[in-house]
Nanobody, 123 residues
């Protein structure tokens, strides 16, 4: 079974950068599309980015385009979310999730979820 585990979240100043990692503690990620979601206090969980199993396709929410980059290294069984030019509104718990679908943008299309990692951006 795939079990995503996120890491890399911490406190960072506005304008700074962070790289989040998502690794599988179970079966390999290589056959799954991987998505990143986030949930800010008092708000619903929202889609941030996704990458297909082959890395041929990526998708981003408009608010992070040109600032965030999703990538994967199947040899290391890890997916990354490079976050640049961070803003206070990026503060949230970030979750990664694995899906058997090719381009799953809806939460219901994801089969396995991690526990999340906290990202806090100070102004």
């Amino acid at each position: 079974q795939v079990q995503p585990v996120e890491s890399g979240g911490r406190l960072v100043e506005a304008g700074g950068s962070l790289r989040l990692s998502c690794a599988s503690s179970g079966r390999t990620f290589s056959a799954y599309s991987i998505g990143w979601f986030r949930q800010a206090p008092g708000k619903e969980r929202e889609f941030v980015a996704l990458i297909s199993w082959s890395s041929d396709n990526t998708k981003y929410v408009d608010s992070v385009k040109d600032r965030f980059t999703i990538s994967r290294d199947n040899a290391k069984n890890t997916v990354y979310l490079q976050m640049n030019s961070l803003k206070p509104e990026d503060t949230a718990v970030y979750y990664c999730a694995a899906s058997i679908y090719s381009l799953p943008s809806r939460m219901g299309e994801y089969n396995y979820w991690g526990q999340g990692t906290q990202v806090t951006v100070s102004s």
